[in-house]
C-alpha cells in the first residue's frame, strides 16, 4: 500500500475560508490528502471572525478533508467545545478525536491513536492555568502520555501546541530565522516529552514562523527525529503555514530503513537544554551527558527523610512504575514508601507535596493508607477517591461516560458488553462493577458469578462452531479490569496456543503453560498473582492457562492479546480497536443481536 499522505498546518486563528482555499488548491496539484493535522491556535482571536469559523463548526460549510486539531483555544472555544464534551456521540474514551462537525476533530488533553497506519501522539493547548477549562493541558495529560512513551513502536507524529525549548540547540545556525526566541511560545515540558516519546516528526505552531530543523539523534533509539515549526495561516510575512508529508508508518518498516541516518543528522538539542528562574537549580546536569528532566519532577527539601545525593527530589520514573532504568546513577530519591502508597491509590501530588492543588476534583486518595487495610475497608471507606474515578472511568456504570448502549447483561459482581471497536462480531468484556484493576483483586466470592458468565459465553460460541478464547492484560497501572473474550471459529482453536507462544518468543519470554479443568485454573492464577507486578494471561478452550508475570523493565504491548488474535484470524488491521470503532447505531444493533440469542442463556436470570 502507498503511503499515507497529510497535510500539516500552523496556527489557523479562525481563517478557515483562508485554510481550505489553500487545502482544495494543494489536494488538486499533490493530492489527494488523507487528512489535515493544525497544531498552535485553531480559533479566532477576534469576534469579527465568528461567523466565517462558525458556518464550518456547525456544519453550514463543508470541510473538504479530515481535519484534527489541537490548539483548543480563543474566542468561541469554550461555546464550541463545551457543547462538543456533551455530546452523546463524543461520550467514552476517545483518543481518536471528538467530532465537531463533519471532517472535524478536537484532539483534547493528550492521547495516542493510529490514523492510516501512522502513530499519532499529541498534546493539546499550552500550560494548564488555574481555572481555565479549556485551551490547557494538565499534569495528568503529561503523565499519561509519560506512560505511553514506556509502549513498544515507534511514533510516527507528534503534534504539540508550542515548540520545545532548547530545539534550536546544536542546530545550523544558517538556518534559524532570526524572529526565533526561545523564551516566547516555547515549553520545557514539550522538550521533556519529545526527548521519552522520541517521534519520527515531531509538528508545533504558536511562534507564528516556519522552521524545519535538521533532523537529530536520539538516545537509546536508531530513528532520527525531524522537528517542524509552521507558521499561522494568512501571515503578512508569507511564511509557510501548509506543508504536505507522506511518511510510511513506522511499523511496516525495515529495521535499515528506520535507522537510516540523514549526512546533515545533529546530535539531540535535549541534552543542553538550559532552564531558568527556579528550575535552573533544580536541572543542575552531571557529567554523563544525560538530561534529567524525565526522571525528577517535585522539589521534597521539606521531607524529612533524605537518601542519597539527591535527597531533596523525588525519581518520578520509580514511583510511577517502580523503576528507573538509571539504576543506582539516578541522581534522585527512589522512595519505596511513596512507591507503595501510590499503588494502594493515594495522589502522587499528596505523597510528595503534601498538598494536591486539584482538590476535590482530583481522582485519587489525600490520605495515607495502611498496609492491612482491608478489602471491605477500601471498597466503602477510601473518602470519595473511588466516587471521583468512576466519574472518569469509562468502565464504570456510574461514570456518565459510561457507554450502555454496549452493554448486553448486568449481574451482581460483572456486567457483560460488546467491545469498543470489536475484533470480531461477539467479541464482549467481562468487567467487574466494583472499580479493581484487575479480575483477580476481587473476593473469592465473585469467582461463581464469574465462572457462570464464562460458561454460558462458551456455550453460546458453541453453537455458532465457535471456541471461546479468554484473556486479560492487567497492567500494574491499570485501573479498570476486564477480561476479553473473543470467538474463534473450531478450525483455528487448536492453532491459538501455538500462536501465542511464538508471538512471546518473538518477544524474548516464555509463557508459564498449566493444564486444568473448570474453574481450577482462575484458583491457579490467584495463587501467582502479585499485586506490584504487572502480568497477562489466556484461558483456552481446553483448559489450558498460559501465563506470563511482567518484568520491571520489560515493555509488553498493551494490545498483546488482541495483536495475536487479529493474527491468527487473517486480520491484522484490526488490532488496534481504534481502527475499527463503529458507529454508535451499528454498535447498538450488534449488541441487540447478541442479547437475542444470548438471552436463553443469560447467568444472571
Not at 546513577?329 to 507503595?340: G, L, P, V, Y
Not at 447483561?409 to 458488553?417: K, L, T, V
Amino acid at each position: 500500500m502507498a503511503p499515507p499522505r497529510i497535510l500539516l498546518c500552523g496556527d489557523v486563528l479562525g481563517r478557515l475560508n483562508q485554510l481550505y482555499k489553500r487545502v482544495q488548491l494543494v489536494n488538486k496539484s499533490a493530492g489527494p490528502f488523507d487528512a489535515l493535522f493544525c497544531v498552535g491556535q485553531f480559533f479566532p482571536v477576534s469576534p469579527e471572525q465568528l461567523e466565517e469559523f462558525m458556518d464550518y463548526t456547525e456544519g453550514r460549510t463543508e470541510i473538504p478533508l479530515p481535519t484534527y486539531f489541537i490548539g483548543d483555544y480563543g474566542v468561541a472555544a469554550t461555546k464550541v467545545l463545551s457543547a462538543a464534551s456533551r455530546s452523546h456521540a463524543n461520550l467514552g474514551f476517545k483518543m481518536d478525536g471528538l467530532k465537531i462537525s463533519e471532517n472535524l476533530f478536537w484532539l483534547k488533553g493528550s492521547g495516542k491513536f493510529t490514523l492510516h497506519g501512522l502513530s499519532v501522539v499529541y498534546l493539546s493547548g499550552k500550560q494548564s492555568t488555574k481555572g481555565q477549562q479549556f485551551g490547557t493541558y494538565s499534569q495528568d495529560d503529561v503523565d499519561a502520555l509519560r506512560a505511553l512513551a514506556e509502549e513498544p513502536g515507534i511514533v510516527d507524529l507528534f503534534l504539540t501546541n508550542e515548540w520545545p525549548s532548547g530545539i534550536t540547540n546544536r542546530a545550523s545556525t544558517s538556518e534559524i530565522p532570526n524572529a526565533i526566541s526561545d523564551s516566547e511560545g516555547s515549553d520545557s515540558t514539550v522538550s521533556e516529552l519529545a526527548a521519552e516519546i522520541k517521534p519520527r516528526y515531531h509538528i508545533a505552531g504558536a511562534k507564528g514562523v516556519f522552521y524545519a530543523r535538521e533532523p537529530y539523534s536520539n538516545t537509546d533509539a536508531v530513528h532520527v527525529t525531524r522537528f517542524l515549526g509552521l507558521a499561522s495561516v494568512g501571515n503578512k510575512d508569507k511564511q509557510k503555514f501548509i506543508h504536505a508529508l507522506s511518511p510510511t508508518p513506522g511499523s511496516t518498516m525495515s529495521s535499515a530503513e528506520i535507522s537510516t541516518k540523514p549526512s546533515n543528522t545533529t546530535l539531540s538539542p535535549y541534552t543542553f537544554v538550559e532552564q531558568t528562574g527556579p528550575l535552573k537549580e533544580a536541572m543542575k546536569r552531571t557529567n554523563d551527558n544525560t538530561s534529567d528532566t524525565q526522571y525528577w519532577r517535585y522539589d521534597t527539601s521539606q521531607k524529612r527523610h533524605k537518601t542519597g545525593d539527591a535527597g531533596d527530589k523525588m525519581c518520578f520514573k520509580f514511583v510511577i512504575s517502580g523503576s528507573c532504568p538509571r539504576g543506582e546513577k539516578c541522581h534522585f530519591q527512589h522512595d519505596i514508601n511513596a512507591r507503595e502508597q501510590s499503588l494502594r491509590g493515594v495522589c502522587i501530588d499528596f505523597l510528595i507535596k503534601g498538598k494536591c492543588e486539584r482538590g476535590p476534583d482530583c481522582n485519587f486518595k489525600h490520605n495515607l493508607v495502611s498496609e492491612g487495610e482491608s478489602y471491605s475497608h477500601r471498597k466503602h471507606g477510601s473518602e470519595n477517591a473511588n466516587a471521583n474515578r468512576s466519574k472518569e472511568c469509562w468502565f464504570c456504570l456510574s461514570s456518565p461516560n459510561v457507554e450502555s448502549n454496549l452493554i448486553v447483561s448486568i449481574g451482581e459482581n460483572y456486567y457483560c458488553a460488546l467491545t469498543k471497536g470489536p475484533l470480531v462480531q461477539d467479541h464482549v468484556l467481562l468487567v467487574p462493577i466494583e472499580h479493581s484493576p484487575n479480575t483477580l483483586l476481587l473476593p473469592e466470592e465473585c469467582e461463581s458469578e464469574l465462572f457462570r458468565l464464562r460458561n454460558s459465553l462458551k456455550i453460546y460460541y458453541k453453537k455458532l462452531r465457535k471456541e471461546a478464547i479468554l484473556f486479560e492484560w492487567a497492567s500494574k497501572h491499570g485501573t479498570h479490569a476486564n477480561l476479553q473474550a473473543v470467538p474463534v471459529p473450531l478450525s483455528r482453536a487448536a492453532a491459538v496456543q501455538e500462536i501465542f507462544k511464538m508471538a512471546a518468543e518473538k518477544l524474548g519470554f516464555n509463557f508459564v503453560t498449566m493444564n486444568f479443568t473448570n474453574s481450577d485454573g482462575r484458583k491457579w492464577l490467584r495463587t501467582q498473582f502479585d499485586r506490584s507486578c504487572s502480568f497477562f494471561y489466556v484461558e483456552l478452550p481446553d483448559g489450558t492457562v498460559l501465563f506470563h508475570s511482567v518484568e520491571e523493565n520489560e515493555r509488553f504491548p498493551a494490545q498483546f492479546g488482541r495483536e495475536v488474535i487479529a493474527g491468527l484470524l487473517n486480520i491484522p488491521e484490526k488490532a488496534d480497536w481504534r481502527t475499527c470503532s463503529l458507529g454508535k447505531e451499528e454498535e447498538t444493533k450488534m449488541v441487540n443481536e447478541l442479547k437475542r440469542h444470548f438471552e436463553e442463556l443469560e447467568p444472571t436470570k
